[in-house]
């Protein structure tokens, strides 16, 4: 009972440690995003690696969910002869909740651990130890880019995963339930609402921020080597798989209060 005691005290104090770290760093990064000059060069360049090279895999996915979503919800609301229906429960789904956790599951997964590899990289060969020497600001010029550049990319991401979602949705309602196509888009127009767009779209600043900056972080804890940027980058992934979700409840929450 007393190691059981102390493993939670422990593990207490690693997680109070890290959340400490990790305020801390939001902290410098906000204060270093708002102060001029801003790099927009490396925020441009960032955003060309998070966003248009993942442009394919979240269209794929997105595509292939509406298709799923449409198969599941179709054959339920078959039997209570509210087949009509089927187009906006699908969008519904996509836009509030599917499409932007997925993106953000997606970019977390491939950008999340880019960002610990190449930051952790950097940690081992010291190259982040000679901008400090040199009076570089390695703030302004490695974590903020990053951070800004998933931040912005992934509401775009996002309005190309709804989009692809409605259309995977579409092509099964026509195929398999025999549904009009523009009877499904009109079903969608007259019953979805700009919020229910603008309530998903918001949510994925707030997930492209959490991704961004755990990824640094991870990237920036790096001391012992090169094994440990694998340990870390594996954290990176679950870690911000995790608090996309957590981040996913509490805003659906508040969103709800409007």
């Given at each position: 009972m007393r190691a059981f005691i102390l493993y939670l005290d422990a593990t207490g104090r690693r997680m109070l440690?890290?959340?400490?770290?990790?305020?801390?760093?939001?902290?410098?990064?906000?204060?270093?995003?708002?102060i001029p000059p801003w790099p927009v060069k490396l925020?441009?360049?960032?955003?060309?690696?998070?966003?248009?090279?993942?442009?394919?895999?979240?269209?794929?996915?997105?595509?292939?969910?509406?298709?799923?979503?449409?198969?599941?919800?179709?054959?339920?609301?078959?039997?209570?002869?509210?087949?009509?229906?089927?187009?906006?429960a699908v969008a519904l789904t996509v836009l509030r909740e599917l499409g932007p956790v997925v993106t953000a599951l997606l970019v977390g997964g491939r950008v999340g651990s880019g960002m610990t590899a190449e930051l952790g990289a950097m940690r081992v060969t010291e190259q982040i130890d000679a901008l400090r020497a040199i009076g570089s600001n390695y703030l302004k010029k490695l974590i903020v880019p990053k951070v800004v550049a998933v931040t912005l990319v992934l509401p775009?991401?996002?309005?190309?995963?709804?989009?692809?979602?409605?259309?995977?949705?579409?092509?099964?309602?026509?195929?398999?339930?025999?549904?009009d196509p523009i009877l499904f888009l009109n079903a969608i127009v007259y019953n979805i609402?700009?919020?229910?767009?603008?309530?998903?779209?918001?949510?994925t600043f707030f997930f492209g921020f959490i991704i961004g900056i755990i990824g640094c972080?991870?990237?920036?804890?790096?001391?012992?080597?090169t094994e440990e940027i694998g340990r870390l980058t594996t954290s990176t992934v679950v870690g911000a798989s995790i608090a996309v979700l957590v981040a996913d409840f509490f805003l659906t929450k508040f969103f709800f209060l409007f």
């Open positions: 440690y890290y959340l400490g770290d990790l305020g801390f760093l939001v902290g410098q990064t906000l204060r270093q995003a708002i925020i441009l360049i960032e955003m060309d690696v998070v966003g248009v090279k993942s442009i394919f895999i979240t269209a794929l996915s997105a595509l292939f969910i509406g298709m799923v979503m449409t198969l599941q919800t179709g054959y339920a609301m078959t039997r209570f002869g509210a087949k009509i229906y089927v187009g906006p775009l991401l996002t309005v190309i995963a709804d989009g692809m979602g409605i259309l995977g949705g579409m092509l099964i309602a026509m195929v398999q339930f025999d549904i609402t700009f919020y229910d767009i603008l309530s998903g779209i918001a949510k972080h991870h990237g920036l804890s790096v001391q012992r080597g």
